[in-house]
């Protein structure tokens, strides 16, 4: 299992770093935009996202159609993850409250948690996860297929841990970047931890007057 981890959390350090090499050459094509402060910015060179149907904590059809029109953070986890998806939920709640005193409206963001742990995390599960850090959270999931085909998509990389002592407590090793997408449903910045909600809602502030000039 020990290999196994390792092999996982190579493949994790391997996407970061794909990340920040991506972010670093958007950031210098781009010179008319205000500079993030917490995220790799990838406004100069959006990427458009791939083809998915998952199915939101309602059972509703959630799509690429869904994450048009308002501006989306994705982030990508499960609901028996022991901390970083606890952790990056309540930082997010702490950052919606900061991006309103900054004087941003909530409503312009949807924040989406993606279970890659479809046999535990039922859509009911996911609807009493999210709602618990904040009402306002969406929780969707689906088929392994289509799980890995956005995951894919925007850069995030997960893998099963098993456990051969109890199989069913098994781990999901996966990336705890947060994934900025805008109204056209193209990822535009990554946001990777530590999270500082204070930073995170500027860097919010900052996309959502970019998106506006346009």
């Not at 799509?63 to 930082?91: I, M, Q, S």
């Not at 989406?112 to 850090?133: A, K, N």
């Not at 925007?154 to 997408?181: C, F, M, Q, T, W």
Request: charged content about 25%; overall charge negative.
């Amino acid at each position: 299992m020990d290999r196994l981890k390792r092999h996982h959390l190579a493949l994790l350090v391997v996407a970061g770093l794909l990340a920040v090499v991506l972010g670093f050459w958007a950031g210098k094509v781009n010179h008319d935009e205000p500079a993030l402060e917490h995220g790799t910015d990838m406004r100069s060179a959006p990427r458009a996202l791939p083809d998915f149907r998952l199915v939101d904590a309602r059972g509703q059809a959630f799509t690429p159609e869904r994450l048009k029109g308002h501006w989306n953070l994705l982030f990508f986890g499960y609901t028996h993850c022991p901390d970083v998806c606890p952790t990056t939920l309540a930082t997010l709640r702490q950052t919606m409250q900061a991006y309103r005193k900054l004087g941003g409206d909530p409503a312009d963001w949807q924040v989406v948690f993606v279970s890659v742990d479809p046999q535990r995390d039922s859509p009911e599960q996911l609807g009493r996860y999210t709602r618990y850090f904040d009402p306002a959270f969406v929780g969707v999931t689906g088929a392994p297929d289509e799980l890995r085909k956005l995951a894919l998509g925007v850069g995030v990389v997960y893998g099963r841990v098993e456990n051969p002592k109890d199989p069913d407590n098994y781990l999901v090793d996966h990336s705890a970047s947060i994934i900025a997408i805008d109204p056209e449903g193209r990822e535009v910045a990554v946001f990777s931890p530590p999270h500082a909600p204070q930073a995170l809602a500027r860097d919010m502030l900052i996309l959502a007057g970019s998106g506006d000039r346009q």
